[in-house]
Nanobody, 124 residues
Framework: QLQLVESGGGLVQPGGSLRLSCAAS????????IGWFRQAPGKEREGLSC????????DYVDSVKGRFTISRDNAKNTVYLQMNSLKPEDTAVYYC?????????????????WGQGTQVTVSS
């Protein structure tokens, strides 16, 4: 059974950094693209970044380009999201999701399996 577990969220001051982790189990990582998404209260879930099955290609939404970096370690079945220069508007619940296709996409509907989410709060 495919499972995803996020960790690493928390409270951070504006300008600070966090690294989120997405630990995957129950599937062969190479064949699944992984995406990071977030959802703020009253807003739709937003695709932030994705990484292809073997990590060859990545994509970012414009609002996080240059600040967030996605990476994966398939030997550890873990995908990371390094978040730097955090802003109050980055406050949201962050989710990772797996797509049963190795191609990277930030489209929510393309993802089959989701983690439970981790809260990120950026505030002074």
């Amino acid at each position: 059974q495919l499972q995803l577990v996020e960790s690493g969220g928390g409270l951070v001051q504006p300008g600070g950094s966090l690294r989120l982790s997405c630990a995957a189990s129950g599937f062969t990582s190479d064949y699944y693209a992984i995406g990071w998404f977030r959802q703020a209260p009253g807003k739709e879930r937003e695709g932030l970044s994705c990484i292809s099955g073997r990590g060859v290609s990545t994509d970012y939404v414009d609002s996080v380009k240059g600040r967030f970096t996605i990476s994966r370690d398939n030997a550890k079945n873990t995908v990371y999201l390094q978040m730097n220069s955090l802003k109050p508007e980055d406050t949201a619940v962050y989710y990772c999701a797996a797509r049963s296709n190795y191609l990277c996409s930030r489209t929510v509907a393309f993802y089959d399996s989701w983690g439970q989410g981790t809260q990120v709060t950026v505030s002074s």
